[in-house]
């Protein structure tokens, strides 16, 4: 059978497709920009009319509002249960109708290969059209696809010509392997309004930036800070530096533009650029069809603290909602309300440390304003109750705000109390060793 002819044996309609949906099933939508768009909106129609409950669907790095949870009763009858959150994820947990994962994004394959995770009734996601070899690429998505389609009892492709074929292994996945096919809507790829840039996050990316040198490898994360370290790099004299990140945002497309990039001095994958997924402008998804720069692969071999520490000079840099003077890092929540996840943030710390000449970076703003137009320290004596300690304080390499970068490997907690204070806004340092002192990890030697 010709591959053209089995892929039309499996075509189904998106309204079909909803109806092989089952009261109790868990349902996969993917991952991050791939979002099965006709099949959701088909699922919704029919849930509007039907009894179906007791649905739990799962993915996370959600880019657009999945339709199903617009129904007045979905807090009732359907549950999101989110790998790592946005903003999107977040407003469906604080609705009531969803939770978080507690995951190393690097373990997240072998949770479905190993039967940990449940395993789904149904995984769908969207997939650039099937190539002459019966293939059908996941594009910026790849990151545990491959691990989704080996557990799920039923798998379902929607095709969308929007998806750039993105370069890499485990990287595609064959008409062979498929139960059906919905050819979709074609809807644009969700693309993030670029972040703003503020003026601290400025100072701090200048900071980091001064850190870098010629040949590191570097990973950014997501959000305004390490978005303006990437347009910083581009209009640097920095050079050959290499990229190895979880998560490829547009800085990387500009210091790629710019000449920053060749990957010249990496031991692995050298020239290229090595990434899980990607999520960012129209410009970027172009950018990354068909790219022979660049290579993705699954997760657990991005994220792997061995391959990390393996390449030297590896730059990390990770943003964080708050930090203690113990030196323990909340990357996750503000308190007991879920803001994110664990990510990749760990594997990261680690391997960065670990690698020859390596650094890590946590950044984050020394204060924040609140709803009610107050400043607070994002430094804090201990972190809130209910705060999760995403980086342990041995862990945590280099901390970085509008006012400096301070080491504390190797600190005692009295230095370690002296040095973040030295870090937190001017206002708050006074009351900040107060409670240094009420904790026992401040020395009269210390400065005042």
């Keep these: 059978m010709s591959f053209q002819t089995e892929y039309q044996k499996k075509l189904i309609t998106a309204e079909n497709a909803a109806k092989l949906v089952k009261s109790g099933d868990w349902v996969d939508l993917g991952w991050a920009a791939t979002h099965p768009a006709s099949f959701d909106g088909a699922l919704t129609e029919l849930a509007k009319n039907s009894d179906l409950r007791d649905l739990n669907f799962r993915g996370g790095i959600l880019c657009t509002l999945p339709q199903i949870f617009t129904l007045p009763d979905a807090k009732e009858r ?3 249960n989110s790998w790592h959150s946005t903003g999107i994820d977040r407003k469906i947990i604080d609705a009531g109708c969803g939770f978080y994962i507690p995951v190393r994004y690097s373990e997240l394959p072998n949770y479905y290969l190993s039967g940990e995770a449940t395993a789904p ?7 650039s059209p099937m190539d002459e070899n019966g293939k059908f690429n996941f594009g910026p998505s790849v990151s545990h696809m491959r691990a989704v389609i080996k557990a799920a009892k039923m798998v379902i492709l929607e095709v969308n010509n929007q998806i750039p074929v993105c370069l890499g292994d485990e990287n595609s996945v064959h008409i062979s392997e498929v139960d059906f096919v919905i050819e979709g809507e074609n809807p644009a790829l969700p693309a993030l309004s670029e972040a703003k840039i503020s003026e601290t996050d400025e100072k701090i990316a200048n900071l ?7 040949g590191s490898c570097i990973q950014l994360g997501i959000g305004g800070m390490p978005n303006a370290v990437g347009k910083i790099i581009a209009k640097s004299d920095l050079k050959h530096l290499g990229v190895h990140t979880e998560m490829y945002v547009d800085g990387f497309m500009e210091m790629s533009l710019a000449g920053k990039i060749d990957g010249s001095q990496k031991p692995i994958d050298r020239g290229l650029q090595t990434y899980t997924f990607a999520m960012g402008s129209q410009k970027l998804y172009e950018f990354l069809h068909e790219n022979p720069n660049l290579r993705t692969t699954s997760v657990d071999k991005i994220n792997d603290i061995s391959v990390i520490s393996a390449i030297d000079n590896f730059v990390s840099i990770n943003n964080a909602v708050n930090i203690d003077l113990f030196g323990q890092v909340n ?3 503000a308190a007991t309300r879920h803001i994110s996840g664990a990510g990749g ?8 440390y670990l690698s020859k000449g390596g650094k890590s970076f946590i950044c984050c703003s020394s204060t924040i304003q609140a709803k009610d137009g107050s400043v607070k320290s994002r430094i804090l004596p201990l972190l809130d109750h209910g705060s999760i300690v995403t980086a342990t304080r041995a862990n945590i390499h280099y901390f970085v705000t509008e006012f400096g970068i301070a080491n504390l490997k190797g600190a005692t907690t009295w230095q370690r109390a002296e040095r973040i204070i030295n870090l937190a806004h001017p206002n708050f340092r006074d009351e900040l060793i107060q409670s240094a002192e009420k904790i026992g990890i401040w020395r009269k030697s210390n400065k005042k």
């Excluded at 009734?121 to 997939?127: E, H, N, P, Q, T």
Aim: charged share 15%; proline share 0%.
């Design 78 to 80: 359907f549950t999101w």
């Design 121 to 127: 009734d149904i995984a769908i996601f969207a997939v």
């Design 331 to 333: 990357s996750e929540s």
């Design 208 to 214: 980091i930036v001064n850190e870098i040198h010629n």
């Design 345 to 352: 943030q760990l594997d990261f710390v680690m391997g960065a």
